[in-house]
């Protein structure tokens, strides 16, 4: 016989993103949409290093950003 599951043991992992601090202030935490997260990161790494016109984040105004919070 099976014995019946409890919720605790269904769901066994916690994401990361539960530790971060700002994250019980948000009003939707748990609709994070993963797909596209990975894709916009995905896009910005390949435009960067590609050098793709359109797709990279290294421009004039993020350069002046850096020295604006000295970086």
Not at 29 to 38: F, L, N, P
Not at 45 to 52: A, E, H, K, S, V
Not at 61 to 66: C, F, M, S, Y
Request: glycine share 4%.
């Amino acid at each position: 016989m099976k014995k019946k599951q409890t919720v605790s043991e269904i769901w066994k992992k916690r994401s990361i993103f539960f530790y971060l601090p700002y994250w019980c202030k948000l009003d939707v935490g748990h609709c994070i949409d993963v797909m596209h997260i990975a894709n916009n990161v995905c896009d910005s790494l390949i435009g960067t290093l590609m050098n793709i016109k359109g797709k990279i984040k290294d421009d004039v105004n993020a350069r002046l950003d850096l020295i604006e919070m000295n970086i």
